[in-house]
């Protein structure tokens, strides 16, 4: 392989970068430098190709790459490693404002809360049942089993309920 600060013709850059002659040519009249003799300085066309080709496209053009060639370059990792970074920082910076939380987090406080809504609509079943029996002149413990059926099935068919028919909280 020649050095990066050699020339080369269409065809020889076209197997560098794993394209076919036809496709370099198209990218001439994109924009692709060529040097007055025709050739291509392979240090321009290179960057020229990493500042102007999509990644994802590249190496379709049935040329295989040179072995060497590793598909993502060592700029490209950089810039990708860079975009984590940074959301990575953005997602600490909404955890710490208290616009994001752990999700298992949300699950334990969410079914917390719902078991207490539960045990408190049990027990108001039990404190109620003798007032009304006493005020509507009912059998206390009539009056008691059937608030507490009553009270179970409505908690069963709020269970069945999806989340998403509760709307959005706001």
């Known amino acids: 392989m020649t050095k990066l600060d050699s020339a080369e013709t269409k065809t020889a850059f076209a197997a560098r970068v794993g394209l076919t002659?036809?496709?370099?040519?198209?990218?001439?009249?994109?924009?692709?430098?060529?040097?007055?003799?025709?050739?291509?300085?392979?240090?321009?066309?290179?960057?020229?190709?990493?500042?102007?080709?999509?990644?994802?496209?590249?190496?379709?053009g049935g040329a295989s790459p040179a072995p060497a060639r590793v598909s993502t370059t060592l700029a490209e990792a950089k810039r990708l490693h860079e975009i984590v970074k940074v959301q990575r920082a953005k997602l600490a910076f909404e955890k710490e404002q208290g616009l994001l939380v752990e999700t298992a987090a949300a699950t334990r406080t969410v079914f917390a809360r719902a078991r207490a809504e539960r045990d408190a609509h049990m027990a108001w079943v039990q404190r109620t049942a003798p007032l009304l029996a006493a005020e509507v002149g009912a059998?206390?413990?009539?009056?008691?089993?059937?608030?507490?059926?009553?009270?179970?099935?409505?908690?069963?068919?709020?269970?069945?309920?999806?989340?998403?028919s509760f709307g959005d909280g706001a």
Not at 21 to 40: C, F, M, N, T, Y
Not at 41 to 53: F, H, P, S, T
């Open 139 to 164: 059998d206390p413990r009539a009056t008691f089993a059937a608030l507490d059926r009553m009270m179970r099935e409505h908690l069963e068919h709020l269970a069945d309920l999806p989340l998403g």
């Open 21 to 60: 002659k036809g496709r370099i040519s198209q990218l001439v009249a994109e924009g692709l430098p060529v040097r007055a003799d025709g050739q291509i300085d392979v240090a321009v066309g290179l960057a020229w190709i990493e500042d102007n080709l999509d990644p994802a496209r590249r190496n379709k």
